[in-house]
């Protein structure tokens, strides 16, 4: 192993490997390796420009015992940077420490002159190569487990299961799964897999496995604090923090599966303003245009949308469209797209990657003129009209079959940078809106690390009307928080499958609407069944002929839950001015607004292993109900007061407790602070 020391970085070069490590930010590392004669150079999440520190390094000898009681002296190297601090061994090992206490080693079972206790007869790396001919390679980084570890965060899983130690996870963007590859460790480590590549993580009992499926450098970053949410900071503060959330998108936000018309969007925003509730988003989905990649309004069904823009603004109402990442071949755009080389690229085979409603390439938004020429089909169809902001589907990407070595990008293979491709699709969007002095505020399936910062709000994707799924998003939205984004939600009461006749249901968004009240954004929207309402027509383009789900407005389920809904909908608009407060907070720190427990608590031990519960901010303890015909639950209060804030009642924190939860209301507790 051959070390060198440079201002702030350790450089150790073996076997063609060379292994860079370097300060990055406050007691973080950046840690960097490549087979190739010099790294990339990408930054990828790490877009901040970190905290200035100085780092010490250091090239030295430790005196190793053989088995025959003589010794021999092993090169070692060290850069330590404020409170952690890595080793590198003549192997190359990395071994990391928090205020000299070993957090996380690299697991490293060959044969390199010592005796060590490890198998190395295995043969088996810390860092495994595995070459493509002629290209890039698979690599596997290992780490050895810590025994009572918990793992938190790494994005939106659809699962119940918060502590991710025991999982295995794909780095995969997929419909309701959104890889944001960032885990919090009890052990107060922050670490971040910066690399955009197809691959999976394994958190086993007996080892930790990162694997990009192609890549040419190996990329993570990791940090140390005494608490999550110092760990928050330290990681915000080099990937970015979410833009302040406007105050007039705090409330609710109304759609639906699928308004067809304008004067369907004017019927819908008219009757909340004849019942003095004060909306303020509507949102206009899909196959509103003529076919995928038009960018553009139907004009049969939507002769003015100048007029209904100008109307809902009136109203107070902000305006959303859905727009695709998919482009037909029946589109007006899809032969100079092609020509021009601004759709994702087949590597065999037809150039088709969706077909949902047609014969569909996606747009590459990786490469800067595919971003520039979609944004200008969308200023002069949906901005210049006055659209706010925009919803961004589908854009994980779907594709027709995830077969990511097909799929090559304008700046790479998919399966070395797909990850990313959210990121750079909002920034479609996010960048050119912002030069023209916009905030803002555009909802989106999948994201990635650092996201965040691109005025995303990302929701859960289309997931089931079922209890089941319910008790998945609830872990969902605390680990995805605590991956460093903040704005979230979920379609209040599930996308797909939900009966507006079966009781079941309506009890299942009733409990669901509640729980959004304490969520970052409340939307009401869904698929709803049954599908008896008629097409509009049986053209083959056009939003006409395709069906649209049951009402899910407010009203449209009778007089009891039009109720219980209004009634939580006060409470929600009650909360603005605490909303604005943890909005800001999660703008200066990066904390999330729904809070797992430990966050707030992180002494408690109790707190690290309570996923059905959370906090919303610091001060609000809400205990959702997941499962049918439920009206008390078990709710657990940390040390100090608590006010169930329906009820009035006060009560010392330590314990369990029983807490009502009739159909009306979930149990929401104030924490009384001092």
């Known amino acids: 192993m051959i070390f060198q020391q ?28 490549t087979m190739f004669p010099q790294l990339t150079g990408n930054a990828w999440a790490l877009t901040e420009a970190p905290e200035a520190t100085t780092a010490k390094t250091e090239v030295y000898t430790e005196t190793l015992r053989n088995g025959d009681g003589s010794y021999w002296e092993s090169p070692m190297a060290s850069i330590e940077n404020g409170r952690i601090k890595a080793t590198v061994n003549r192997s190359g090992v990395i071994t990391f420490f928090r205020d000299g ?16 206790r490890e198998s190395h007869c295995l043969k088996r790396p810390s860092r495994d190569w595995l070459p493509y001919t002629a290209g890039d390679y698979q690599l596997t980084v290992r780490f050895e487990p810590n025994d009572g570890e918990k793992l938190f965060g790494m994005g939106q899983y659809q699962q119940p299961y918060m ?97 067809r018309t304008q004067d369907e969007v004017l019927t819908v925003a008219r009757k909340y ?92 938004p990786t490469n800067p003129e595919t971003r520039a020429y979609v944004w200008e089909k969308c200023k002069a169809h949906y901005y210049n009209y006055g659209i706010d902001f925009f919803w961004l589907d589908n854009s994980e990407p779907d594709l027709t079959k995830y077969d990511f070595d097909n799929f090559r990008y304008f700046i790479g293979p998919a399966m070395e940078c797909s990850n990313i491709f959210p990121q750079w699709y909002s920034r479609t969007y996010f960048d050119p809106m912002t030069a023209l002095g916009a905030q803002p505020v555009n909802l989106l399936r999948s994201g990635w690390a650092g996201s965040q910062k691109y005025g995303n709000v990302l929701w859960s994707g289309d997931v089931p009307s079922s209890w089941e799924s319910l008790r998945d998003q609830i872990t969902a939205g605390q680990n995805i928080g605590i991956a460093g984004i903040p704005w979230w939600n979920t379609d209040i009461g599930g ?57 899910t407005e407010m009203w449209a389920l009778g007089d009891e839950i039009f109720r219980i809904m209004k009634q939580g909908y006060d409470l929600r608009i009650s909360l603005k001015p605490y909303l604005k407060a943890i909005f800001r907070e999660a703008h200066d720190n990066g904390s999330p607004l729904i809070r797992p427990m430990f966050y707030e608590f992180p002494e408690d031990e109790t707190c690290w292993r309570l996923p059905d519960q959370y906090m919303f901010g610091p001060d609000y303890l809400v205990a959702p109900v997941f499962t049918p015909d439920t009206f008390d639950r078990y709710v657990y209060l940390p040390a100090g007061t608590w006010q169930e804030i329906h009820t009035g009642e006060t009560l010392a924190g330590g314990k369990t407790v029983t807490a009502k939860a009739p159909l009306e209301y979930i149990p929401v507790f104030k924490r009384f602070h001092g």
């Not at 086993?204 to 140390?224: F, L, P, Q, S």
């Not at 900071?233 to 609710?252: F, I, K, Q, S």
């Open 6 to 33: 440079e201002q702030n970085a350790l450089i150790a070069k073996r076997n063609g490997e060379t292994l860079r490590i370097e300060a990055w930010g406050k007691d973080s590392l950046r840690v960097r390796a």
């Open 101 to 116: 206490k070993k957090i996380l080693k690299e697991h490293y079972r060959f044969y390199d002159g010592s005796v060590t």
């Open 495 to 551: 996308f797909m499958e939900g009966n507006v006749n079966d009781p079941d249901f309506r009890q299942l968004l009733l409990r669901w609407y509640e729980w959004a009240v304490f969520t970052p954004v409340m939307r009401l929207h869904g698929d709803r069944e049954p599908f008896t309402i008629p097409a509009l027509d049986d053209r083959e383009r056009g939003g006409g002929y395709l069906h649209t789900g049951q009402p």
């Open 273 to 364: 303003k004849e019942l003095n509730i004060p909306i303020d988003v509507i949102i206009i989905d899909f196959f509103h245009w003529t076919v995928q990649g038009d960018w553009k309004f139907d004009e049969k069904y939507w002769p003015d949308p100048k007029a209904m823009v100008d109307e809902l603004h009136a109203m107070g109402i902000k305006v959303i469209v859905s727009v695709w990442p998919s482009v037909d071949r029946r589109s007006e755009n899809f032969n100079e797209m092609m020509e021009r080389g601004l759709l994702m690229r087949t590597e065999r085979g037809a150039a088709q990657t969706y077909d949902y409603q047609g014969d569909c390439v996606t747009i590459d």
């Open 163 to 259: 502590d991710m130690k025991g999982c295995t996870l794909e780095l995969i963007q997929r419909n309701s799964q959104t890889t944001v590859p960032f885990a919090v460790s009890n052990l107060n480590y922050g670490f971040l897999w910066n690399n955009p590549a197809v691959g999976q993580v394994t958190f086993g009992k007996n080892v930790t496995e990162w694997r990009a499926d192609a890549t040419k450098d190996m990329d993570y970053w990791i940090t140390v604090a005494d608490t999550p949410k110092e760990l928050l900071y330290n990681y915000t503060a080099v990937t970015g923090r979410a833009p302040m959330m406007r105050e007039d998108c705090m409330g609710l936000w109304q759609c639906k599966l699928r308004y």
